[in-house]
């Protein structure tokens, strides 16, 4: 990867043993919008900001949360072309073991190949770190499932995180909030009430994206229309 | 041989920065702007209108020559604001890259697929050491099959959006304060109302009137897909008509 130039790693140690590349791309991830995620007892839920740089872009072109496989979907923070390749890179690798396996990819197996490039490009010569940190949220056989991976390549299974400008807050607005035992319906008020917490403005269905995959192992993101019914039942 | 790990180099490649910045990115941003040219973008009901300025800097020049507009197929058009030889290399891979498409696929590339491509390949220049970002700010223009009149704008750092008005280059943040009050109310504009919001804004924006000669104006129309890059005779109508309206 990379021109013969550049065969060097990028990402080197510091003295002090860090991975400094690492961490300027967590400051990156960390300016970005918020987004968040909520596993409940029969589903997930992810969400996110959409504040567009201009009222003269067509919000209708744009689409933060995107499908990986029809029961997986994914979200991020930080920087969107980044984020772009990486979703690109995860459909073909679900594609590919889905041709050879004849069956689609479990959660973990995706995530954990996802996972596997980012890292990649934290070693490989004549390249820079991810600046995203990814949500994923899927329902397989082993249930619902939601993991974040972030630009060192580690991830982790969660019961609720949150990710970009907002994070602590969030965090412990959903630390409060969450319970085991919580449905989908609930978890997704949860999700609103907590991205309402460090909203700038007027949070609307025009400016936020949710979406959820439930009992039948579909992820879909959820229409504007819907999402002012949520915000409604929230009020 | 150079190590980029901070210590200095954060702003010679594409790199993190410690406040997680990519530099050479922003550099990017802003050698599009040191072109010192202006462009404007604006999508009405049924059509899309690109204008840009034309500046010859020298008369010995063949303005015939001096050009930013460029059609990528028939039926696609590519206004292209920054550094010129970066907009050619641009240029002429987004037009190998539709040809490919329209073989392999058998239908016209969308203007969407092919803004998404421009961005994709300026994304890897953000991430590669090797490459360094082009200084190329490239709207995109056409009429989808399904979604009618698209201006998409592309940007070096990866970025691509559908606008209903943009701008870019110099004066880009007037422009898009200016569009952004006359396209509030989600205006459906005809074909002259678009075309004559796209130049009005340019004049207004660099606050002097234009010939015909200084301008350069592409459009594309539902009924006419053709991506078309107006005559001087078509552009001086359009001004005339600008300034009786005044």
């Known amino acids: 990867m990379g021109d013969s130039q550049y065969s060097f790693s990028l990402t080197t140690f510091s003295p002090s043993g860090k991975l400094v590349q690492i961490e300027h791309a967590l400051t990156a991830v960390g300016s970005g919008q918020t987004s968040l995620g909520i596993k409940a007892a029969n589903g997930v839920v992810i969400a996110t900001e959409k504040k567009l740089p201009s009222i003269l872009v067509d919000e209708s072109s744009v689409q933060k949360m995107q499908t990986l496989t029809p029961n997986i979907g994914v979200v991020y923070s930080g920087m969107g072309p980044d984020f772009r390749v990486l979703v690109r890179k995860s459909r073909k690798q679900a594609e590919q073991y889905h041709r050879l396996y004849k069956e689609p990819i479990p959660v973990t197996q995706l995530v954990r190949e996802t996972a596997a490039v980012m890292q990649e490009f934290t070693q490989s010569g004549g390249v820079r770190p991810f600046g995203v940190s990814l949500l994923v949220a899927g329902f397989d056989d082993k249930g619902p499932q939601l993991y974040q991976v972030d630009p060192s390549g580690s991830y982790f299974s969660w019961k609720a995180s949150a990710m970009g400008k907002n994070v602590s807050n969030a965090k412990t607005f959903l630390e409060k909030r969450y319970t085991d035992d919580m449905e989908l319906d609930d978890a997704v008020h949860t999700a609103i009430l907590t991205l309402k917490e460090g909203f700038e403005g007027q949070i609307s269905s025009k400016n936020i994206e949710i979406g959820i995959i439930g009992a039948d192992k579909k992820f879909r993101v959820l229409s504007p229309a819907e999402i002012d019914d949520y915000l409604a039942e929230v009020e | ?246």
Request: hydrophobic share 35%; with cysteine; net charge neutral.
């Open chain 2, 1 to 246: 041989m150079s190590r980029g790990s901070g210590g200095g180099y954060d702003r010679h490649i594409t790199i993190f920065s410690p406040e997680g910045r990519l530099f050479q990115v922003e550099y990017a941003f802003k050698a599009v702007k040191a072109s010192g040219i202006t462009s404007i973008g604006v999508r009405g009901k049924d059509s899309v209108c690109v204008v840009t300025q034309k500046k010859v800097p020298d008369k010995l020049l063949d303005q015939r020559s001096v050009t930013h507009l460029f059609p990528i197929t028939k039926y696609l058009g590519l206004l292209a604001t920054g550094m010129t030889a970066d907009a050619r290399t641009l240029v002429q891979q987004a037009r190998n890259e539709a040809a490919e498409f329209r073989f392999r696929y058998g239908y016209e590339m969308p203007v969407d697929v092919l803004s998404k491509w421009i961005a994709d390949k300026s994304q890897i220049y953000t991430q590669h050491a090797y490459m360094r970002p082009l200084g190329v700010v490239a709207m995109v223009l056409g009429i989808d099959d399904e979604y009618g009149p698209r201006l998409y704008k592309c940007d070096p750092a990866g970025h691509y959006f559908g606008h209903k008005a943009t701008s870019a280059g110099l004066k880009e943040q007037e422009a898009i304060n200016f569009l952004e009050k006359k396209m509030k109310n989600d205006p459906l504009l005809t074909y002259e109302e678009t075309v004559q919001t796209a130049i009005s804004a340019l004049q207004s924006v660099l606050q002097e009137d234009f010939k015909a000669t200084e301008i350069e104006v592409g459009v594309v129309r539902k009924e006419n897909p053709i991506f078309r890059v107006l005559t001087t005779e078509e552009i001086d109508e359009n001004l005339t008509a600008i300034s009786e309206r005044d």
